[in-house]
């Protein structure tokens, strides 16, 4: 049971804004999926309200433990997402060109999505447990490069899923950057990453799927076929520019409705959004996100010990992550990586894997006092 003494710390804003953006996503879904002919709907929306209910069951749960226990067993659930991600890739469920599920016959979910808990977690664990305020140096970053992300990273590319092969990425960075890094180290990395880069990108340009190619072509020249695979940006920036100032209206949207915009529930569930409710119906949203990282940085700060910094560092990070390139994917600004808006986009594996993650969040900060109790 929670002591009772750590409720007058819970951050009841935080929850409220991330209840509202899952019930935001779940109205968006319902508009974006909805028949403008007598056809019958399919029930995704109501598929999405399970999720948010079971997420909001676990988000609770978790508040239960003291995140220093995520911390002692990180190890632990670190290697059973990588034997996860080796069983997906014998044994996984195939859709779409991928092979990312895992079907116990009753439901499907994806490892990679809690994989990136265990990874942000055994990452705070290793940095905890360094001497602070001491720079890491080569043979501290080459044994957490082997250690941590090289291995997970290339089964994840495998499925394939580039989009969360780039977030294991860009967190083990801003991870390690935070911590800080000997100059000379920064530089030699910078320098024989520029140099590697020709032919680390032929590696990973051979490892890709040919739809994934063509939505890195679209991203370089998106005119090259407006028709073919330039064709969900080219939509998704229609949709966007649709909805003006103030938007269409709620269910008054057409992109989504007439199929004009493949992936419109998931992927692209900010273009429809942004036509119903405009440039201020966005201008709001962003508001309500940047408001949850700003509380997940905070929180960071005010930890009452290193690893709660850590973790909600690590989280935050990934959350800032999944925001930033979902939004720019849908303007074209980025190349389409099938990331979705974290709470938004239809998923249930992943919208339950960000309440997990914004629990640790929760977690630490309702705890950031405990010691004086």
């Known amino acids: 049971m929670i002591d009772r003494r750590l409720l007058k710390d819970f951050d009841w804003g935080f929850l409220l804004m991330v209840i509202i953006l899952a019930l935001i996503g779940l109205m968006t879904i319902f508009s974006a999926t909805r028949p403008l002919l007598e056809a019958e709907q399919h029930p995704f929306y109501l598929k999405q309200l399970n999720w948010i209910i079971l997420s909001l069951v676990c988000f609770s749960l978790m508040l239960i433990f003291d995140y220093r226990w995520l911390v002692r067993f990180a190890h632990i659930f670190y290697i059973l997402g990588v034997v996860l991600l ?58 957490m490069l082997a250690g941590f992300l090289i291995f997970p990273a290339i089964l994840i590319l495998k499925q394939p899923d580039l989009g969360t092969m780039l977030i294991l990425i860009f967190i083990f960075t801003a991870m390690v950057l935070t911590v800080g890094i000997e100059k000379k180290i920064l530089i030699t990395v910078v320098v024989i990453g520029l140099i ?56 008054r949207g057409t992109q989504g409705p007439y199929r004009f915009l493949p992936e419109n529930h998931t992927d692209f569930i900010f273009s429809i959004f942004a036509e119903e409710w405009g440039f201020i119906g966005s201008l ?90």
């Not at 990136?116 to 043979?139: D, H, P």
């Not at 949203?285 to 929180?299: P, Q």
């Not at 938004?344 to 997990?356: D, I, K, P, R, V």
């Open 284 to 373: 709001v949203l962003f508001t309500s996100y940047l408001f949850i990282i700003w509380r997940g940085f905070e929180t960071a700060k005010q930890s009452r010990d290193i690893e709660g910094t850590y973790l909600a560092l690590g989280v935050t990070y990934m959350f800032s992550f999944y925001f930033i390139v979902n939004v720019g994917m849908t303007l074209g600004l980025m190349p389409v990586v099938g990331i979705p808006l974290p709470l938004m986009s239809y998923g249930g594996t992943a919208l339950l894997s960000n309440f997990l993650a914004l629990s640790i969040i929760e977690n630490v900060r309702m705890r950031r006092f405990a010691s004086y109790y």
């Open 196 to 251: 590697a880069t020709p032919v680390a990108g032929k590696f990973l340009w051979g490892g890709l799927k040919d739809y994934q190619k063509n939505r890195i072509i679209a991203f370089i020249d998106p005119q090259v076929d407006p028709q073919g695979i330039g064709y969900h940006v080219a939509q998704s920036k229609v949709s966007i520019g649709a909805g003006g100032f103030l938007g269409k209206g709620y269910l």
């Open 86 to 143: 080796v069983f997906v890739l014998i044994a996984g469920r195939k859709g779409m060109g991928a092979q990312r599920w895992i079907n116990l016959g009753f439901l499907s979910f994806q490892p990679s999505e809690f994989f990136k808990l265990f990874f942000v977690g055994a990452l705070a664990r290793y940095l905890s447990g360094l001497e602070q305020g001491i720079k890491l140096g080569s043979k501290q970053l080459l044994r």
